[in-house]
């Protein structure tokens, strides 16, 4: 079984979401993502500066298997990049979680909104489960 994190939120498309402080996120992809990816070759990061739209892809994960789009799962500006990636792609399997994170989002009172609609550990792991 992947792992879920409890303190996390996740979108149905496999992204987890952790709230680093009031206006700032964290997005990385789930264990379960990664793992029915498979060996991730490649990522392609949006720019910092760059205006995201909820569920509007942001980048693209590239594994031996196929290329998957990574999406927002809430609108905001992009503050950081995990620049460690396009070089070592492949810490995303081994640390999805952790080293493995994708992207920062600076956001905006509306998006806290918008993070009540992602899914709870616990329905992450029954959505996993179907």
Do not use: C
Not at 46 to 70: C, F, M, R, W, Y
Not at 78 to 84: E, M, Q
Not at 112 to 117: D, G, M, P, S
């Amino acid at each position: 079984m992947s792992e879920v994190k409890d303190q996390l939120f996740y979108s149905k498309e496999h992204e987890w979401v952790e709230v680093i402080n009031e206006n700032t996120i964290r997005i990385g992809i789930t264990d379960f993502a990664q793992s029915q990816l498979g060996d991730i070759v490649f990522v392609e990061l949006p720019e910092i500066g760059a205006e995201v739209q909820a569920e509007a892809s942001l980048g693209n994960i590239e594994s031996v298997k196929t290329v998957s789009d990574l999406f927002a799962p809430v609108t905001g500006v992009v503050a950081k990049v995990n620049s460690t990636l396009l070089d070592q792609p492949e810490i995303v399997n081994s640390d999805a979680f952790g080293e493995g994170w994708m992207i920062e989002l600076e956001i905006d009172a509306s998006a806290h909104e918008a993070l009540k609609q992602l899914l709870t550990a616990e329905q992450y792991r029954e959505y996993t489960a179907e």
